[in-house]
Antibody, heavy 122, light 108 residues
């Protein structure tokens, strides 16, 4: 079945780094743009980053720009999020999500992982 | 940046009630709006895309409407499984997208 499984979360001190992974299965990974979305404790959803299906472009939320890097390995069906210079306010559950689109128009995110928790604390 | 404002942020309702949630955009987003449902401890689930198209498997009691800057999610008859948080998302500026602040629907 179609599935996304995140890993790599944990507790890290401010200023340190962490890399999240998202393993995809059950669909042609290389056909889809992929997103990272996070949710701080008790808060709403915040879009973090997107990478195009062919790795031709990447975009970031202002809150993580220059600190986070999204990447993918289509040969391994895996999405990554390298998080550097972590801050307390980066504490959240991080979800990877598959982009869903029509012929041209973006529709939303139709497949989500279960999430991985990142806690930034001294 | 386009901001999305959802109202109300909290809603208390009974089983069988008709519920409406509004999402207002700071500028026009055509019909590029999606709605998600999220239950505690779970990932969000896509309910509606392109303002009014139900995702496969979503019950017909859910519907979406609107255009431009004002959008509405309606649940025609609230069921026990519907108590959750709901988020709108704009995709007009894809690949840069944004979510609304959310609406929590609780049991009265």
């Amino acid at each position: 079945q179609v599935e996304l499984v995140e890993s790599g979360g944990g507790v890290v001190q401010p200023g340190r780094s962490l890399r999240l992974s998202c393993a995809a299965s059950g669909f042609t990974f290389s056909d889809h743009d992929m997103h990272w979305v996070r949710q701080a404790p008790g808060k709403g959803l915040e879009w973090v980053a997107v990478i195009y299906f062919d790795d031709s472009a990447k975009y970031y939320a202002d809150s993580v720009k220059a600190r986070f890097t999204v990447s993918r390995d289509n040969s391994k069906n895996t999405l990554y999020l390298q998080m550097n210079s972590l801050r307390v306010e980066d504490t959240a559950v991080y979800y990877c999500a598959r982009n869903y689109r029509g012929l041209i128009d973006p529709f939303g995110m139709d497949v989500w992982g279960q999430g991985t928790t990142v806690t930034v604390s001294s | 940046d386009i901001q999305l404002t959802q109202s109300p942020s909290f809603l208390s309702a009974s089983v069988g009630d008709r519920v409406t949630i509004t999402c207002r955009a700071s500028q026009g987003i055509s019909s590029y709006l999606a709605w998600y449902q999220q239950k505690p401890g779970k990932a969000p689930k896509l309910l509606i895309y392109a303002t009014s198209t139900l995702q496969s498997g979503v019950p017909s009691r859910f519907s979406g409407s609107g255009s431009g800057t004002e959008f509405i999610l309606t649940i025609s008859s609230l069921q026990p499984d519907d108590f959750a948080s709901y988020y709108c998302q704009q995709l007009n500026t894809y690949p840069l997208v944004a979510f609304g602040g959310g609406t929590k629907v609780e049991i009265k």
